[in-house]
């Protein structure tokens, strides 16, 4: 009687054990995430136009801009495929079309909708398969479903009440694979005539809670498509004061439906209100950031953050799925690239939201035309350097200063954010004023040599120390990255690891030149140098910059190797490479271990190289060369790159031959130049936009190369 109590007991706490286990392993059981697109506003209409339910979720919830981009053209239906692959998809031009399939009656549930399949599905996978990334159309509904969690969409977007083909760009969010999303109602039922609005049409908000409550106990993620500011917004011909009444009373009517939606939300659940794409008008002013908040009880008042951007208040459109799936505990798929969304609290989240739009915008608009004057007033100075040189040299003390504030504007750009000029009169008056004062004190510098070693070691460490403060200057600079484009969020850009590596290289150069160190201890200050910039590069807290990372490694290791040895031979350099083979295995076995949350892109494509082998080393060479092969044929950064070399060949060559006498005098920046150049082809061969890493970097070697030249004659 003992042993059968005690086995009974044995296997009770074996059944508790592994209960718990399951649940452990199984996806969350309760809650639904809701998920309401009004799309084409931004948070001026929020804040003018909401009711007390809609202030209400503002005031309590985590807000946000969302990154809009897609795999392709910017169009919002891309937007919308991109929402629901978690990554950068493209869509079909009838990629947003669906089909209604009733429920049969051995459903057993007549009164819920039926599902929704979308009708161009086999396009649709094709326009992505050509993207040189992995792209899976429909993953999040995927996800979902496998694990046993219906997904549905209500809500019209349509202009008709009887529409030929019903368009509903939302399932592009809650579909699988398949194209089909279980439950739906997006068709002319839920639209009324109303002569108040310039479409004519607005949504029936009675027809569509009906619809919500139908779902609303069989779906565990549920997307509402208001549609009335998107119908607006595709109105032709209507008046600033027209658009303003419509609007006002879309949010009026809009409001009371979101307050019934706030009070079906059970404790468990998750609210997102979010703007995929931004309205025509937002996007001629540049403002392609859009609104995205969160809101439930899990959820900290204050400002949205994500791993994919490691900036507050700023996440891109592929976040959305992966907070879906982390919210119902999944393990995402790989081919989800972006990270669950973080709640950071902030007292007064619209004002950090505010300059984070403005610094944006200002950039966008005006990036392209800086750094085309930036780019032709350095080809212009080495343009009249050429005819100085080869006319009369002696002038060629008068270009000294020009050819210094130039090699140091990339330091202005950096420095700028700090006067918050974030209109283009500020802004071009403040970087006039900068660079004349370095030009102006270069003038009174007899010390030229010395004069260099300041600025780019100066420079060098500003950019260092912006890295290990979190890039706060970097992040707003117009030579830094831009949150509108997405190419890059945080770490050092190209721009800039091309500009740190040349100044590090000519700056050390110049400081072991000024001070005449003897070799050892001219081995050591180099090492200390470059091995900090390296390190800055290539760790993923910090630059997680692998390109730069590589460049570094290859023009830094010459730099020493000369230094130590005052030759570089093919031997050399066949143990960098084998040294940069040992490193790089290193940084992506240590990052890739880290948490998925924790990682940088280093640690992602390590996971996605474990997963899918050498095919997803293939995709990202491919996507690569093709980036830079646009880049060589189209950037204006190719100019000022063709410029200085032209210049250098003929430094080196034909017909000046002026790296002579600084071969023969300065030694170690005759090293700085070899070692410089071979960072440039690094950094144009290892990085996808490398044509704008190679520019940079040549920038301080070739105007260092002339300034020291200008001195010999």
């Given amino acids: 009687m003992i042993k059968l109590k005690h086995i009974l007991s044995g296997l009770l706490l074996l ?8 649940a452990q392993a199984s996806p969350r059981s309760q809650g639904q995430v809701i998920l309401l697109i009004v799309d ?6 929020f804040q003018r136009y909401g009711g007390a339910n809609l202030r209400k979720v503002l005031e309590q919830g985590a807000l946000g801009f969302m990154n809009t981009n897609s795999g392709g053209d910017y169009e919002d239906c891309g937007s919308y495929a991109t929402l629901g692959a978690g990554n950068y998809a493209v869509c079909s031009p009838g990629g947003m079309y669906v089909k209604e399939q009733p429920k049969s009656a051995s459903d057993g549930a007549a009164t819920v909708p039926g599902s929704l399949v979308n009708r161009d599905l086999d396009n649709l ?68 005539p109303d002569p108040k609005q310039p479409s004519g049409l607005s949504t029936d908000y009675e027809a569509l809670w009906a619809a919500y409550q139908e779902v609303e106990a069989q779906a565990n993620f549920i997307v ?20 303003k009444q419509a609007k006002a009373l879309i949010f009026k009517n809009m409001d009371v439906f979101l307050g019934r939606v706030l009070e079906s939300l059970d404790q468990d659940s998750l609210l997102m209100v979010a703007v995929p794409f931004p309205s025509r008008e937002d996007i001629a002013a540049g403002k392609k950031l859009t609104p995205v908040v969160a809101y439930g009880p899990s959820v900290s008042g204050g400002v949205l953050s994500s791993a994919t951007t490691k900036r ?46 403005r610094q944006a915008v200002f950039n966008y608009r005006h990036r392209a035309q800086i750094i085309s004057a930036f780019v032709c007033l350095v080809v212009v100075l080495l343009v009249l350097y050429g005819v100085a040189a080869s006319s009369c040299p002696h002038n060629l003390v008068y270009l000294k200063p020009l050819l210094l504030a130039g090699m140091i504007l990339p330091t202005v750009l950096l420095v700028l954010p ?13 970087a006039l004023l900068l660079t004349v004062g370095v030009g102006w004190a270069a003038i009174f510098t007899q010390d030229t040599i010395k004069t260099v070693c300041i600025s780019l070691l100066l420079s060098a460490a500003l950019i260092v120390g912006d890295t290990v403060a979190g890039n706060p200057l970097m992040k707003a600079s117009m030579l830094g990255y831009d949150p509108i484009v997405g190419a890059r969020f945080y770490g050092i850009g190209n721009e800039y690891m091309g500009f740190l ?25 180099s090492m200390v140098i470059l091995i900090t910039v390296f390190l800055t590069l290539a760790l993923p807290s910090l630059g997680t910059n692998v390109g730069g990372a590589m460049a570094a490694f290859f023009g830094f290791g010459t730099f020493l190797v000369l230094v130590f040895k005052g030759r570089i031979t093919k031997k050399d350099l066949a143990w960098l490479g084998l040294g940069l083979v040992v490193f790089l295995f290193l940084l992506f076995m240590a990052d ?8 940088s892109h280093i640690g992602q494509f390590s996971s996605l190289m474990r997963q899918q082998g050498i095919s997803a080393w293939l995709q990202v060479a491919k996507r690569k060369l093709m980036m830079n092969y646009r880049l060589i044929k189209y950037s204006i950064w190719t100019r000022m790159l063709v410029a200085m070399a032209v210049v250098l060949t003929a430094v080196f060559r034909w017909p000046v031959r002026l790296i002579e006498p600084i071969q023969d005098r300065y030694a170690y920046l005759y090293y700085a130049v070899v070692a410089g150049m071979v960072s440039t082809v690094a950094a144009l061969i290892f990085n996808d936009s490398g044509v704008v890493a190679a520019a940079t970097c040549i920038l301080p070697v070739g105007i260092t190369v002339l300034i020291a030249a200008d001195i010999r004659l």
């Avoid at 119902?328 to 798929?333: A, G």
């Fill in 501 to 525: 590596l040349g100044a590090t290289l000519m700056g050390t150069a110049a400081l072991l030149e000024k001070y005449r160190l003897d070799r050892q201890p001219a081995r050591l200050v």
């Fill in 592 to 599: 890739g271990r880290r948490s998925p949350e924790k990682q």
């Fill in 15 to 22: 059944s508790l054990l592994a209960g718990s286990i399951v």
């Fill in 40 to 45: 084409n506003v931004n948070y001026d209409d």
């Fill in 125 to 192: 996978v094709a326009v992505n398969e050509p993207l040189n990334r992995s792209v899976k159309v429909g993953l999040l509904g995927e996800l979902l479903n496998h694990h046993g969690l219906k997904t549905a969409v209500i809500g019209s977007e349509s202009s008709s009440l009887a529409a030929a083909a019903l368009v509903a760009r939302a399932a592009l969010i809650t579909m699988n694979r398949q194209g089909r999303t279980d439950y739906g109602r997006v068709d002319g039922r839920l639209l009324q």
């Fill in 312 to 357: 507050d208040g700023l996440i891109t459109n592929t976040d959305l799925a992966a907070e879906v799936a982390h919210f119902f505990n999944l393990k995402p798929d790989l081919a989800l690239i972006g990270h669950r969304l973080v709640y950071k609290r902030y007292q007064e989240p619209l004002p950090q939201l505010e300059q984070i739009e």
């Fill in 418 to 430: 700090l006067f918050k000029p974030w209109n283009i009169t500020a802004f071009a008056g403040i």
């Fill in 224 to 243: 509402i498509q208001t549609g009335d500011t998107h119908r607006l917004d595709k109105s032709e011909q209507v008046s600033k004061e027209e658009a």
